[in-house]
Nanobody, 128 residues
Framework: QLQLVESGGGLVQPGGSLRLSCVAS????????IGWFRQAPGKEREGVSC????????YYADSVKGRFTISRHNANNTVYLQMNSLKPEDTAVYYC?????????????????????WGQGTQVTVSS
């Protein structure tokens, strides 16, 4: 059974940092594109960052570029999202998504997540 489990969310003050983790079980991440999506109340779901199965530049939404860093460690079947300089507008539930045979553009920009595996989400709250 394919499963993704996120962790690392929490409450942080503006300007602070968090690192989200996404651990996969039941399959190996090697051949999957992985994306971090977020959903805030009353807002559309946003593809925050995506990383491909092969070497190459990851994708970042303009809203997080320069502040967030995505990385994958296939050896331990884990993907991370390092979030620095957090802002109140980063407050959302963050989801890890895995999908095979999809480009980063299709996944993160066009929102092509049909048939993808999703984690349960982790809440990130940025507030003073």
């Amino acid at each position: 059974q394919l499963q993704l489990v996120e962790s690392g969310g929490g409450l942080v003050q503006p300007g602070g940092s968090l690192r989200l983790s996404c651990v996969a079980s039941g399959f190996t991440l090697d051949y999957y594109a992985i994306g971090w999506f977020r959903q805030a109340p009353g807002k559309e779901r946003e593809g925050v960052s995506c990383i491909g199965s092969l070497d190459g530049s990851p994708y970042y939404a303009d809203s997080v570029k320069g502040r967030f860093t995505i990385s994958r460690h296939n050896a331990n079947n884990t993907v991370y999202l390092q979030m620095n300089s957090l802002k109140p507008e980063d407050t959302a539930v963050y989801y890890c998504v895995a999908k095979a045979f999809v480009t980063l553009q299709a996944m993160c920009i066009n929102g092509d997540v049909a048939g993808a595996s999703w984690g349960q989400g982790t809440q990130v709250t940025v507030s003073s």
